[in-house]
């Protein structure tokens, strides 16, 4: 268990539907990153917040938003979901940046029929 | 953009056979992590190098930093299937952890 909490771990979804994909970090992490992994694009970063601000933006989707609670709990929403959107979503915590790595959690399985 | 590249892709060998992964790039990182990552879990960090020339050790695994902390390489010792994984080196510069493309190790018994 590396304290990073991600649910759900698997979801079946139709394609035009939306979908919340839930991430508790690591106690005491205040940043909070979002990553998209399908087999042809390797991880992709897609958002980062800290302490409930967005502090960075990647390859993030406009019909893609996420947020951070003040519990420091993210979620990343996925609207209209197409084909192309199914891949493997993590979630990483650190205590502020990068520097000396992220704790990764097990991941949301999205895959859209 | 800062952009790293992992050789090679994919690697199949032998038990108790050794091996090298690399990673390169043309921008200088302020730390080098390697991740291991079996299917259906996400990335685990193995070790974060920062100085030019580090050199660290987990166990049979040998991780160096190229002096100019451009590049890094992985050394597996007498590999073992236990080591079969996904193999991810990340840089973190410029404030973003850009990520290798990966090298997808096979060792078989």
């Known amino acids: 268990d590396s304290g990073v909490t991600q649910t759900p771990k698997h979801l079946i979804t139709a394609t035009g539907q939306r979908v919340t994909l839930r991430c508790s970090p690591r106690?005491?992490?205040?940043?909070v990153y979002w990553y998209q992994q399908s087999l042809d694009q390797g991880l992709q970063f897609l958002i980062q917040?800290?302490?409930?601000?967005?502090?960075a933006k990647g390859n993030i989707l406009e019909r893609f938003s996420a947020q951070q609670f003040p519990d420091l709990h993210s979620e990343l929403n996925l609207s209209s979901l197409e084909l192309g959107d199914s891949a493997l979503y993590f979630c990483?915590?650190?205590?502020?940046?990068?520097?000396?790595?992220?704790?990764f959690g097990s991941g949301t399985r999205l895959t859209v029929v | 953009t800062q952009l790293l590249e992992q050789s090679p892709q994919f690697l199949s060998i032998q038990e108790g056979e050794n091996l090298t992964v690399y990673c390169n790039s043309s921008?200088?990182?302020?730390?080098l992590q390697w991740y291991r990552q079996e299917p259906g879990e996400g990335p685990v960090l193995l070790v974060t190098?920062?100085?030019?020339?580090e050199v660290k050790k987990l166990k049979r695994l040998t991780f160096q930093f190229g002096d100019a902390r451009k590049d890094s390489s992985l050394h597996i010792t007498a590999a073992q299937p236990g080591d079969t994984g996904l193999y991810l080196c990340?840089?973190?510069?410029?404030?973003?952890?850009?990520f290798g493309q990966g090298t997808r190790l096979t060792i078989n018994p």
């Open positions: 990483a915590s650190s205590v502020s940046g990068g520097f000396g790595g992220y704790t």
């Open positions: 106690s005491g992490d205040l940043s």
């Open positions: 917040y800290y302490n409930g601000e967005e502090r």
């Open positions: 921008s200088v990182f302020s730390s």
């Open positions: 190098v920062v100085t030019g020339g």
């Open positions: 990340a840089g973190w510069g410029a404030q973003k952890l850009v």
